[in-house]
């Protein structure tokens, strides 16, 4: 909520809980947090992590001033998160109340529209990095050329949508 500058009503509406627990691994120990963002008939799978604890013997990040060896305090994750630190990462998260779309279909029928393809299937809806809204990803193969795909995405809030050819698979 912090990170995003998003209300409680907003995260009570729109996000929901999944899975968070702390786990150890080489570098110390990491909360980690598995969520749904929802938002009208879109939802978005997304996890989040970041180290609580680094390991006293570490040497990555030496110029990192946060302590070692310790549960390390609010200001220090931030810090450690800020700079991405021993795979810590907090997502953006749009606080957008709307999406351009009415539907699922709608929204496929316009990236359709925009490539100029007669169809492509939806895989999945991601949140860009970038901006914390939601995408629709979908691809398609192309009938008549060799390991040659479409790759669409288009953002659920704005409309704006990105179209590649991309191979369908590599050896």
Known sequence: MEKNNLSEQ???????????NIGSWDEGVSFN?????KLGWAIAYNCDQFIVKIKENTSYFPTLNVPRGVY??????????????YS????????????????MDQALDNLIQKANVTTLCSRM???NYLTGDLILEAGAQY?????????G???LITGETSIADVPCAIN
């Open 10 to 20: 907003f995260f009570s509406e729109h996000i929901e809980l999944c899975l968070s």
């Open 33 to 37: 947090v598995c969520y749904k963002v």
């Open 72 to 85: 390390l305090t609010k200001d220090q994750i931030r810090s450690v998160v800020n700079h991405y630190a």
């Open 88 to 103: 810590s990462y907090i997502s953006k998260i749009s606080n957008a109340g709307e999406l351009k779309f009415n539907s």
């Open 125 to 127: 809806i991601t949140i």
């Open 143 to 151: 009938d008549n050329k060799v390991n040659t795909c479409i790759d």
């Open 153 to 155: 995405k288009i953002d």
